[in-house]
């Protein structure tokens, strides 16, 4: 007998990797400090215009059927 899913929810939470400090020098370490302070809002840009890229596809699937 087959399955048939009527709503699926999906959470997904996305963190930054916090800084362990082993294994790096002063320099590297503040570097990538500043980098990824400014790396982080980039990132977060390209996720969100990447998941607004994938929605409007879906709803023009949609609209196409």
Do not use: F, Y
């Not at 009527?6 to 930054?16: A, F, Q």
Request: with cysteine; net charge negative; aromatic share 0%.
């Amino acid at each position: 007998m087959p399955v048939e899913i009527k709503e699926l929810h999906i959470r997904v939470t996305v963190n930054e990797p916090a800084p362990s400090g082993t294994g790096k020098t002063g320099a590297e370490t503040g570097s990538g400090k500043a980098g990824s302070a400014g790396g982080a809002n980039t990132d977060r840009e390209a996720i969100v215009s990447e998941c607004v890229e994938q929605v409007l596809n879906v709803l023009q699937n949609k609209l196409e059927r």
